[in-house]
């Protein structure tokens, strides 16, 4: 994990407040995103995430508080600031019409110093060789998305912004992106990935942070965050009532029920009767010690951590989705 110094972060977040017709929509936001961290912004739609990611690239305003990109202020210093930053909010803008590479040429001429050399670098690191001079309307959903990332790395940003770059894509194509983000992130770069889907966010960012209703409930690396909610272990017993009357003596332990837990039914689908419990998995050895020498037969104990999604059910106090 990369070190909290300050000199190592990228985009800085400070008690951000935006009010909307005498509505605040989003309150006292504040995280910071380090260099080569892929960091996470999870909320369902309508949480505040499109319109903080609106005020990070200066579309709109912040009532108050301060958004800092490698230390200089978005809104003192817009220009110093937003030249670090490669943004794509919602569809990437492309035309239909041109190939990839008039495209690229296109989105060049507007920025300083962007030659052909840069794009075809670009084109490089997102794997569009082969298709580059194709007309952008033979491209799928994929290759526009990724034509849209090459858009936004012409100006060697230090921060790439993505808003939820998973939509529409299919399972090859969001594998492909999350590959893609990882080899980003590998070379040094920081990306800020909104997105509305928990699993993919659990699988592609180091860190997180969960907002709800305009307020950020949460910041931290994903596994510590999915920690927080305590451990699933999961029993198999020869007698399961036997089994289930053994946990039951003890204090700390608690049983799920089938419709509380939301463990993939691929992992349950072979454990004939299993017993969910909710407790401390430093306990399981000498549980397993206590059932046997009770004459309790354990065929399997696994313990199965909780997911993204159940943390934030936890936090939202029960919230949808997706």
Known sequence: MQSAAQSDVVLSVKDVKKRIGGKMIIKNVSFDVRSGEIFGFLGPNGSGKTTTIRMLVNLIKPTSGDILICGSNVQRDPEEALRHIGCIV?????????????????FARMQRGIGQDRIAEVVDIVGMQHRIHDKVRTYSLGMRQRLGIAQALLGR???????????????????????????????????????????EIQLMCDRVAIISHGEVLAVGAVDELVNQTGSYVVWQF??????????????????????????????????KEAVITSMDADR??????????????VASVQRIAPTLEELFLQLTEGESIG
């Not at 003890?250 to 837990?261: A, C, L």
């Not at 549980?287 to 037969?297: D, N, S």
Request: aromatic share 6%; no cysteine; hydrophobic share 40%.
């Open 157 to 199: 940003p230090k921060l790439l912004i993505l808003d939820e770059p998973t939509n529409g894509l299919d399972p090859k194509g969001i594998k492909e992106l999350r590959e893609f983000v990882r080899m980003l992130a590998d070379q040094g770069m920081s990306l800020f990935i909104s997105s509305h889907l928990l699993s």
């Open 90 to 106: 919602e569809n990437p803008e492309v035309y239909s019409y041109m190939t990839g590479w008039e495209n690229l040429e296109h």
């Open 284 to 297: 399981i050895t000498a549980l397993v010690e206590k059932a046997v020498h009770a004459g309790i037969g």
């Open 238 to 271: 020869d007698d399961p009532e036997a089994g289930r009357r053994l946990l039951a003596a003890e204090q700390g332990i608690r049983f799920v029920k089938e419709d509380e837990h939301r463990i993939d039914e691929s992992i349950l689908a072979g454990l």
